[in-house]
């Protein structure tokens, strides 16, 4: 539940071995504080809940936190979002699917990704390890120590599941799923069934509280921010407001060449109406 009766003290200072400094709070009448080793940091928090409760945001009477710190705190990264999808769908789909969800989620993970001041791993030596981390039980392989650095960087490099909702992060996306690893262009089929299953791996987990839940029966955690890419895909009043328009636009045009192709493949040559 939430609540708009918040009350935010002033910061309390308590001296024992080291000073500490302590934010505290009620949301509707029940009592929250953070403990600080130093007052600047103390001083922040508190200044990011005033300005939450001036801005209108719902406090939680769970936790004590706005609305924003609390999709930042459930916001997890898509690495280890998709790591999750996997060890999920893995005992309910067959043989060939669990290969597409490797395969697919191999293809989308690197892109997912912020600088962390480290240098990236080798793409050849990043792919095996993620194909040995994604494949379940008996198919698992246990990564070797160049793997396990890649395994490393992922983790701290992949950013949250929230970044989907970048349009430009999307198209960054939309390229992978619509290229083979050598560069060229993906068939029709093989995008297809890259993107199906990238849909069902937004689908594990939820959108804002605000939204409804997309899960099928797999509720996950609550995802801050989750969009799906053919939501973002399909709103016409996106182009104003992506970073990179240019991008956005080709990525569709991509994906509605790829459906095409599919179809004509289907229909074979000739005028159709």
């Known amino acids: 539940m939430t609540s708009y009766d918040v ?19 009620t949301v509707a009448g029940k009592r929250f504080g953070e403990t600080f080793a130093a007052k600047g940091l103390a001083e922040s928090y508190r200044a990011t809940l005033i300005t939450a409760a001036r801005h209108g945001e719902a406090f939680s009477t769970d936790t004590g936190l706005p609305e924003s710190l609390e999709r930042e705190r459930r916001d997890v990264s898509f690495y280890a979002h998709c790591l999750e999808f996997a060890a999920m769908a893995w005992p309910m789909v067959s043989a060939k699917s669990r290969a597409s969800i490797v395969e697919s989620l191999i293809c989308v993970i690197p892109v997912v990704v912020t600088p962390n001041g480290a240098a ?27 793997e396990l650095r890649a395994l490393t960087w992922m983790a701290r490099a992949s950013r949250p599941v929230s970044a989907l909702g970048d349009p430009s992060v999307a198209a960054d996306v939309l390229d992978a799923l619509a290229r083979k690893l050598d560069g060229s262009p993906a ?24 939204d409804r839940p997309h899960s099928r029966g797999h509720p996950g955690r609550a995802v801050p921010g989750l969009l799906r890419l ?44």
């Not at 071995?17 to 709070?25: E, F, G, K, L, M």
């Not at 792919?127 to 246990?142: D, H, I, S």
């Open 7 to 25: 009350s935010i003290h002033a910061i309390e200072t308590r001296k024992r071995q080291t000073t500490r400094y302590r934010v505290r709070w």
């Open 120 to 146: 990236p791993p080798d793409p050849d030596v990043l792919r095996a390890a993620l194909r040995k981390k994604l494949n379940q039980g008996a198919n698992a392989g246990e990564p070797d120590e160049d």
């Open 187 to 210: 068939s029709p089929a093989y995008f297809s069934r890259r993107r199906r299953v990238l849909h069902r791996t937004l689908g594990y987990g939820r959108v804002d509280d605000r």
């Open 230 to 273: 053919h939501v973002l895909l399909n709103d016409a009043s996106l182009g104003g407001r992506c970073a990179d328009p240019q991008r956005l636009r080709a990525a569709r045009g991509r994906m509605r060449l790829a459906n095409y192709r599919g179809r004509q493949h289907h229909r074979g040559p000739g005028v159709h109406r």
